[in-house]
């Protein structure tokens, strides 16, 4: 019977070595999945650092642009189109409240209720435009008058 004992202990050390092999090798990988998942920590923390100075720079500049662009149309701008600009958004603050009432569905559409305008009225709106037509038409390739020419004085180059 020792004969089985020994062969039984011969068979048990054969496992208990090949499981250590086993054992072995899965802790080869884990510390080899540990270091990839590292270096993926690592790359992806040293891209989201480089996209956030890049957003950064990116803000930085287009405010920079928004702020040359408002500067740059105030200067720019031709008194008209300022004296446009300002009537269109008086009329709109002007329609706003009528307009707020029709979608609310408590008055007629705004722009039925001016079709319907007396003829009065209608005349009168009509002479307005023929007369800012009739001061426009200077110049009919531009709508901004060229400043005074300066007189020469009288000496000569």
Request: charged letters at 30%; aromatic letters at 6%; one cysteine or more.
């Amino acid at each position: 019977m020792k004969m089985s004992y020994l062969a039984y202990e011969v068979e048990l050390s054969k496992r208990h070595e090949k499981i250590l092999g086993q054992r072995t090798a899965l802790l080869q990988q884990m510390e080899e999945q540990l270091e990839n998942q590292t270096k993926k920590k690592n790359l992806r923390a040293v891209k989201f650092e480089s996209a956030k100075e890049r957003n950064a720079l990116l803000l930085k500049d287009l405010e920079a642009a928004e702020d040359s662009l408002r500067i740059g149309l105030h200067t720019q701008l031709h008194p008209t189109v300022i004296a446009l600009e300002t009537k269109y958004w008086a009329s709109i603050e002007e329609q706003l409240p009528k307009w707020e009432q029709f979608l609310l569905g408590r008055t007629r559409n705004p722009v039925e209720e001016r079709s319907s305008r007396p003829k009065k009225m209608q005349n009168q709106l009509l002479q307005d435009n023929d007369t800012f037509k009739n001061t426009n038409s200077q110049s009919p390739t531009s709508t901004f008058r060229t400043p005074p020419r300066c007189p020469r004085s009288g000496k000569q180059k």
